[in-house]
């Protein structure tokens, strides 16, 4: 049994397992991947789903809150992929409640805590605190989709401040903090094509089809030019 004082070790186990990945396998399709996942992690990702059994515990620290989001948010991607699962529409089926925590925790103040106990660790704590922000990038309505840019260009700036402030005092960038320069550079575009994506159709068309919708004739236009469709 775990308590307020006493975390669920299982967050932690959400966390190392996700945040050891290199960042490129976060998005990657791969059933070396997929299969663990599912082993692994397949009961938790339903009780988050389906019931409010781990809420109370959870949701209650920006740990916890972040696992909870990854679970509902990344994890159900990986377990229920389509053309690799029965019922592939249920790769979304946890967006609505992921998105909810994410902007409760985002109020509360976690997105930045998360960064700050994190890289305490190991200098990646920009990694975890990106993950609060993309139940918004993953949302079919356009005020998430510009909250998604606004909180993904919100890091860039910091970032960027960050390197000045150090320019100025004479002190190097670490080699991560390099990296993350990069990585929020691909990831900003990509935020901003899904914005578009939600404001020119409304949705991701490339959903249409795993969760049985009809693909509008503008629909299969927007595909023929962006095949991803998101």
Known sequence: MTSANSPDPAIKEVLDFWF????????????????????????????????????STWLATP???????ILLDQFTRNIFRPGKHPNPGLSWSGDAK????????????????????????????AHHRYFFYMPFEHAEDLPSQIASCALFNNMKHE???NRLRKQLAGEEETEHEKELVKWLG???????????CVAQ??????????????????ERKFLEEHPGGW
């Open 98 to 125: 992921a998105l909810q925590i994410a902007a409760q925790s985002i109020a509360k103040g976690y997105d930045k805590a998360i960064q700050t106990e994190y890289t305490s660790h190991d200098s990646k704590g």
């Open 186 to 196: 691909i990831a900003i575009p990509v935020a901003e094509k899904h914005r578009d």
């Open 159 to 161: 970032v960027e401040a």
């Open 20 to 55: 050891a990945l290199e960042p490129k396998q976060w998005f990657q399709e791969s059933e070396q991947l997929d299969e663990p996942i599912t082993h692994r992690f397949g009961e938790l990702v339903e009780k988050a789903r389906l019931t409010d059994e781990l809420d």
């Open 63 to 69: 740990s916890g809150s972040l696992a909870m989001i």
């Open 201 to 218: 159709i409304g949705r991701f068309p490339r959903r249409n089809e795993p969760l049985g919708r009809e693909t509008t004739e503008a």
